[in-house]
């Protein structure tokens, strides 16, 4: 892959990856899906996450998403591959199942907020955090690039 290519796709995801965050209730999880697709679309990226997930065990139901007094919390785990792979995990459940963001959101206590600043909260809370990684690997592997010619 040249440089120019993984530009184009850090763009793309850039792009891809806003639109997810900024989602609102009328778009319920469309844009989460469409982050997923992306990501599982480009071998790069996919390539990045399996190389992570696959020195994980973490089972995300029982150490990212903690139930408690009826409100979910996140819980961070502190191993990368950790993180990527409950991250990642949960992003599958919750595409697959297409679960309702609204109701997902809504699980997590924020106190009186309005709807579509509740479901940016638990996007950010959530899958921020994917979103860095992939950033942070794409600018590596362009600076390696780079570094190269």
Same mark, same amino acid.
């Given at each position: 892959?040249?440089?120019?290519?993984?530009?184009?796709?850090?763009?793309?995801?850039?792009?891809?990856?806003?639109d997810?965050?900024?989602?609102?209730?009328?778009? =319920? %999880?469309?844009?989460?899906?469409?982050?997923? =697709?992306f990501?599982?679309d480009t071998?790069?990226?996919?390539?990045?996450?399996?190389?992570k997930?696959?020195?994980s @065990?973490?089972?995300?139901?029982?150490?990212?998403?903690?139930?408690? $007094?009826?409100?979910?919390?996140?819980? @961070? +785990? @502190?191993n990368? =591959?950790?993180?990527?792979?409950?991250?990642?995990?949960?992003?599958?459940?919750? @595409?697959d199942? %297409?679960?309702?963001? %609204?109701?997902?959101?809504?699980?997590?206590?924020?106190? &009186? $907020?309005?709807? =579509?600043? &509740?479901?940016?909260?638990?996007? %950010?809370?959530?899958?921020? +955090?994917?979103?860095?990684y992939?950033?942070?690997?794409l600018?590596?592997?362009?600076?390696?690039?780079?570094?190269?010619?």
């Amino acid at each position: 892959m040249d440089l120019r290519e993984l530009r184009k796709i850090s763009f793309e995801f850039r792009r891809i990856s806003s639109d997810m965050l900024n989602s609102i209730s009328d778009d =319920n %999880n469309a844009y989460l899906i469409k982050f997923r =697709n992306f990501i599982d679309d480009t071998k790069i990226i996919k390539d990045y996450i399996d190389s992570k997930v696959k020195y994980s @065990t973490i089972d995300w139901s029982k150490s990212f998403i903690e139930e408690d $007094c009826g409100f979910k919390s996140v819980i @961070t +785990p @502190t191993n990368q =591959n950790d993180h990527i792979k409950a991250m990642y995990d949960y992003l599958l459940v919750m @595409t697959d199942r %297409n679960k309702s963001l %609204n109701g997902e959101a809504f699980d997590f206590h924020l106190g &009186r $907020c309005k709807v =579509n600043e &509740r479901i940016q909260f638990y996007l %950010n809370r959530v899958f921020l +955090p994917l979103v860095h990684y992939i950033n942070d690997f794409l600018i590596e592997e362009m600076l390696s690039l780079d570094e190269k010619k």
